[in-house]
């Protein structure tokens, strides 16, 4: 008997260039395992499969690992931040502040 198969989306995105693939995965299949036979490793050499986060249509997930995934679903790579937006928010607010005096 053949195995059931669902169909998702893998993307992921820089600045030059963005991937979208529609893989077809087995029932079961785990985020993290559609990443890694999604073959993103092989065309962005610097991205780290393993630890990066990962997301399903904009909703970071706590557990990849453990995220079963749905037909339709769109699984996304998240690049890591540069800055921590709280910290870059707080440096804004004291420099406005300074300004003020």
Request: aromatic share 4%.
């Amino acid at each position: 008997m053949a195995e059931a198969l669902i169909e998702v989306e893998v993307v992921y995105a820089l600045a030059s260039a963005q991937r979208l693939l529609r893989l077809q995965v087995p029932v079961g299949t785990t985020a993290r395992q559609a990443v890694d036979r999604s073959g993103l490793a092989a065309e962005f050499s610097e991205l780290d499969l393993r630890g990066c986060p990962l997301g399903i249509f904009g909703k970071a997930l706590a557990d990849p690992q453990a995220r079963v995934l749905e037909s339709g679903d769109r699984v996304e790579v998240y690049r890591p931040l540069l800055a921590d937006p709280k910290e870059v928010r707080k440096q804004r607010a004291a420099k406005a502040a300074a300004k003020r005096l």
